[in-house]
């Protein structure tokens, strides 16, 4: 299931990884992660920078952006199970402004288990191929977060 979100009433900002992700947090804590496109905020020390495009997180490492004040403006952020090969080369020339962004059960990282696209602290779109985990992401944030698909339908 995919899901959009575009305020909440329910956290504070959901362009905060510790705010979007904590209902589905526990589940996630043994995945690499993959990050690319990003525009960001923050004033903790991270292991993301602007001196590359693309980063390969472990799970601590990872937990260290999660735990941290960062906002994602923009970007987009793939769980994938470990040690998963992946074509850096492609994944690096992703762009969250992809149509494909919008299309459902689509994701621009192959194997993604999980991914969010962050868009201009406007939208968050988070796709889900595991059904329990989408089922708890929706009922923690209950109509707050849309159907991508029916969202994409009225606009």
Do not use: C
């Not at 020339?93 to 406007?122: C, G, P, Q, R, T």
């Amino acid at each position: 299931m995919n899901w959009i979100i575009r305020s909440t009433k329910i956290v504070k900002l959901h362009t905060n990884l510790n705010e979007i992700l904590r209902p589905v947090w526990e589940d996630l804590k043994e995945y690499d992660w993959i990050l690319t496109d990003l525009d960001f905020i923050s004033d903790d020390t991270i292991p993301i920078h602007f001196d590359q495009d693309t980063f390969i997180l472990n799970t601590k490492q990872f937990e260290i952006l999660f735990n941290s004040r960062t906002q994602i403006i923009w970007g987009i952020i793939s769980a994938v199970p470990k040690n998963t090969e992946l074509n850096l080369n492609l994944i690096s020339k992703l762009s969250a402004e992809d149509m494909a962004v919008w299309e459902n059960d689509k994701f621009l990282i192959e194997k993604s288990y999980l991914e969010i696209i962050a868009f201009d602290s406007s939208y968050t779109i988070i796709k889900f191929t595991d059904g329990k985990l989408s089922s708890k992401f929706k009922e923690y944030f209950k109509d707050q977060a849309l159907e991508l698909e029916k969202y994409i339908s009225k606009n």
